[in-house]
């Protein structure tokens, strides 16, 4: 007997800062060659500090919860740093191992998608190992398209490895100029 599963998408906590840190944990040791050095990814205050600089700045940075249990998180972060990008983010998807392919990805997925286009962002981009089925076709589903293929950028598993670059327009896109700038008060 299958039990109905609540899964709420909302901001993320201070609180959830060490299982977010567990799932990245490992989704960096799956994706490197074994051996990898925990010192070498982040810590917990890294993550604390990351996450509230994100949130100050007003980025999304979401969690999906069933019950009080973190079981997957995304955010995004400015696409480039200088000013005419300021439109355009870059967005991660991280969901817990044992929650993969059960709808976790989507409904973040969704909800960072919603909140980008309220926040006023114009464009989300993304970067996918292009062995990763399962996130190009999630990606697909929400309107992504493929606008980049970069060969062997990673070394995984002992080969190089390919990255899809994809994009999605977000609320008016490019058909309309961003709002102007607030007035300055003097």
């Excluded at 901001?11 to 490197?32: F, K, Q």
């Excluded at 709808?103 to 926040?119: E, W």
């Excluded at 970067?127 to 697909?140: C, F, G, P, R, V």
Aim: contains cysteine.
């Amino acid at each position: 007997m299958e039990q109905n599963r609540t899964i709420v998408i909302r901001p993320s906590r201070e609180t959830d800062v060490d299982a977010m840190l567990a799932i990245y944990r490992r989704h960096i040791r799956r994706g490197v060659e074994d051996g990898v050095d925990d010192n070498d990814t982040p810590q917990s205050d890294d993550l604390k500090d990351r996450r509230k600089n994100l949130r100050n700045r007003r980025f999304p940075h979401v969690v999906a919860v069933e019950g009080e249990k973190v079981v997957g998180y995304a955010y995004v972060v400015l696409f480039r740093k200088r000013p005419a990008y300021r439109y355009t983010v870059k967005h991660s998807i991280y969901v817990h191992h044992d929650h993969i392919g059960q709808g976790v990805g989507s409904l973040l997925m969704r909800g960072l998608i919603d909140a980008c286009a309220a926040a006023g962002f114009r464009q989300m981009i993304g970067y996918i190992d292009a062995d990763n089925i399962a996130s190009l076709t999630l990606h697909e589903r929400f309107g992504f398209v493929r606008v980049g293929l970069l060969p062997a950028v990673a070394y995984r598993y002992g080969h190089w490895a390919d990255t899809v670059m994809v994009q999605r327009s977000l609320g008016s896109g490019s058909t309309t100029p961003p709002p102007p700038p607030p007035l300055s008060t003097r």
